[in-house]
């Protein structure tokens, strides 16, 4: 199929396949087993009295996060700009933050609470408290970040920065940026271990994966994957990266050790994150 994105506006990058992708974002919720409700505005705010098993209606899901030490579930919605959380016991939305513009990807650190929101449209990253629900920093990045992922044992916070091929890393400490690296074209997402502290991110246009050490934020490694890579993710406990390719339908496995390709499983067509 043809790419997904263009350099530009994200008007462009909301085509079919970034649709689907939104739209599957719900399907990732309902994955990670936690049920959603049906959501209704009123002047007071969103209507949060639902029960198991009915699902949460959102135009544009794009990015979901837990926070596993306060069972708190973070879901972006890319056109309002606002942050739904949800409580993932009782599964009711207990607050929904709006942070900006044409917001993506979303991280959380376990052990600050903190909550860190790619902003697509005003290349940023926006920062919430995840005790007050309140935006308590903004911070400038390269232009157009989509995935973002956190390292809690380092407190760095990385940003896929995908029209400047580049990764920003933040500091979670001061909310500044501490490095830019230039990584492959059109980095789509990114995710960090932090046993190894390596960090790894999706390139979209090349199908490679750049390996970055986090102590010194220098890539040490390109690994060639599958077509179209789009997302990424790590086992820390067994230094195994998987890497979806959405072109190619299919599932790379690379070794963390020798950051080689270990295997390749085919999946369903047009697969996404």
């Known amino acids: 199929m043809a790419r997904l994105h263009a350099k530009g506006s994200l008007s462009e990058i909301t085509t079919v ?62 056109y309002s700009g606002e942050v739904f959380v949800l ?10 933050v709006l942070v900006g513009s044409s917001i993506a ?15 697509f449209g005003s290349n940023m990253v926006s920062v919430i408290n995840g005790s007050t629900n309140k935006v308590v920093a903004s911070v400038i990045v390269g232009s157009s970040p989509l995935g973002v ?31 830019n690296v230039t990584v492959g074209d059109d980095p789509e997402d990114v995710t960090a271990n932090p046993s190894t502290n390596l960090v790894y991110v999706a390139n979209f246009g090349p199908n490679t994966v750049s390996v970055i ?10 690994v ?27 599932i790379s496995i690379i070794d963390g050790s020798t950051n080689k390709v270990v295997a390749n499983a085919t999946i369903g067509i047009d697969p996404q994150k």
């Open 149 to 179: 992922a956190v390292n809690p044992s380092t407190n760095l916070v990385y940003l896929a920065d995908f029209n400047s091929n580049m990764v920003s890393v933040i500091s979670g400490e001061t909310n500044e940026v501490v490095a």
């Open 224 to 250: 060639r994957v599958g077509f179209s890579p789009l997302s990424v993710a790590v086992s820390p406990p067994t230094a195994m990266v998987y890497v979806i390719s959405q072109d190619s339908n299919a």
């Open 105 to 119: 990807g979303i991280a959380v650190d376990p052990l600050t609470g903190l909550v860190y929101v790619s902003n």
């Open 17 to 78: 396949g970034r649709l689907k992708r939104a739209a599957l974002c719900a399907v990732g919720v309902v994955l990670i087993a936690i049920v959603f409700i049906s959501l209704a505005h009123t002047p007071s705010g969103p209507v949060t009295t639902a029960s198991k098993g009915s699902v949460i209606a959102v135009i544009s899901p794009f990015g979901v996060a837990v926070n596993p030490s306060t069972n708190l579930v973070y879901l972006t919605n890319y």
């Open 87 to 96: 409580n993932g016991s009782t599964n009711k939305v207990v607050a929904n």
């Open 213 to 222: 050490d986090g102590s010194t934020t220098k890539v040490v490694a390109t």
